[in-house]
Structure formats: C-alpha cells, structure tokens
C-alpha cells in the first residue's frame, strides 16, 4: 500500500493509495488502464476512475478531469475491495465525470466525504450535476458544500438544504479564480469557517498552500483556507 504526500499526480489513475496535500489533475478517457498499461490517446471501454481503493484523501484538490464515457464504472472514486474511503477537506471542481463515486456489485464499502467543495463539476449526460441520484448506496457528506445534485438532498447522502448551493453555485462559491492557488476561498464564501474540527488539525497543520489549517480556531470547507 503506498502512500503520497505533497505530490503533483497528472494524467494517471491511481491504485491502493492514501493521499495528503495532493493536486490530481488532467486525468481523461485518453489514458486508459489495460492491465498494468496505460495507453494514451486511445479508448478500449475499459473501466476509467481516478482512485481506485484508495483508503484516504486529505487536503488535496482534483480538477480537470475528464471521464466521459457513461457507464456503471466511470467515477472518480471507484470501490472494488474491501477497503473504505474518507475524503476530508478536499476540492473537486472543474471537471467532467458521470459519477463521483461508484462501488462494485457485492463489494461496495463505504465511501466518506467530510469538509469537502464538490462544485463546478459538469456531468456528460445530465449537465452541471456534481453528484447525481446515481452514486453507489455507500456515500454520504459531511459538512461538505456542493453545486447541484441532480434529485432531493433530503432523499439520501446526509445532504442538507443549506449544503446544495443550486442554480447560483458558480457565484456562491467564491474562489479567487487567480493566481498559484486559484481555488482558495474568497473572505465572502460560504466555505469560509463552515468545516468541521477533526483530530489531526492542531495549531501545526497546514492546508494545501503551506498556509496554517485553522484560522481563530476554524477550519474552511475545502483543500484551501482564507487568509
């Protein structure tokens, strides 16, 4: 089982893993996995995801993703052992994929997100969903902001009203949109001191920019905090 820290992962699909302080980014349906091979610029209808069993993601941003193919694989996370996955304090905007999560027939585990910004993402076949009624029965959010679901938040996933920004995600997120660290929010933004408190913040931990993790004792939703 392997384990990254403050990486930079572009155009490739990843396996057993645990990721903190992590960009992952320019994942698509050109790379496809056959076998322990990847082959660029050719699409054989194989399964396409981006982790794959991994057990945790923590402050880490995925973005330019794009997973086209609309199938009951096609996700960013896809569960297929035995092993659970928490994602916690994480960004996922600005990408294309039909599902978030999926799992695998008898074999889906549960699959957490916690502190985490699922906005600006675009389904191919439903358009501008961040999650849609389609994920595996395993996921929920908490404390998690997202952009739009395609069904009822009251239905299923812990979502609250308040948690589904809806028609004016892009507005109401607030990112800066500028400069090393575009994805930070905006003093203004609903992802501002909304996060949760969990164990491993303490004074010396530090988001995805180096910049300390809590502000007078808060944690920001997302991998980035305001400052």
């Not at 384990?3 to 893993?17: K, L, P, Q, T, W």
């Not at 990847?38 to 794009?66: D, I, M, Q």
């Not at 304090?89 to 039909?98: E, G, W």
Request: proline residues 4%; glycine residues 8%.
């Amino acid at each position: 089982f392997f384990s990254f820290e403050r990486c930079d992962i572009a155009g490739n699909h990843v396996y057993d893993a645990d990721f903190i302080d992590c960009v992952v980014h320019d994942v698509s349906n050109t790379y496809v996995r056959v076998g322990n091979m990847h082959y660029p610029n050719a699409y054989t209808g194989t399964v396409t995801y981006v982790f794959n069993n991994c057990r945790h993601l923590r402050n880490s941003l995925v973005t330019n993703v794009t997973l086209c193919k609309w199938d009951g694989n096609n996700a960013v996370f896809y569960a297929s052992s035995d092993r659970n996955m928490t994602v916690e304090n994480c960004t996922f905007a600005d990408n294309i994929y039909p599902y978030l999560a999926r799992g695998f027939g008898t074999a889906e585990r549960d699959m957490h997100f916690v502190n985490t910004a699922i906005v600006r993402n675009f389904n191919p076949s439903l358009k501008n969903f961040d999650v849609t009624g389609y994920e595996s029965g395993c996921i929920d959010f908490v404390n998690c902001l997202l952009g739009r679901v395609s069904h009822n938040p009251a239905e299923g996933y812990g979502l609250t009203d308040t948690q589904v920004l809806g028609e004016d995600k892009y507005r109401a997120v607030r990112f800066v949109n500028e400069g090393e660290f575009p994805y930070t929010p905006k003093y203004s933004s609903p992802l501002r001191a909304n996060g949760k408190l969990l164990d491993w913040m303490t004074e010396d931990s530090v988001d995805l920019a180096g910049n300390p993790r809590l502000r007078d004792g808060k944690v920001d939703i997302g991998a980035y905090q305001c400052w």
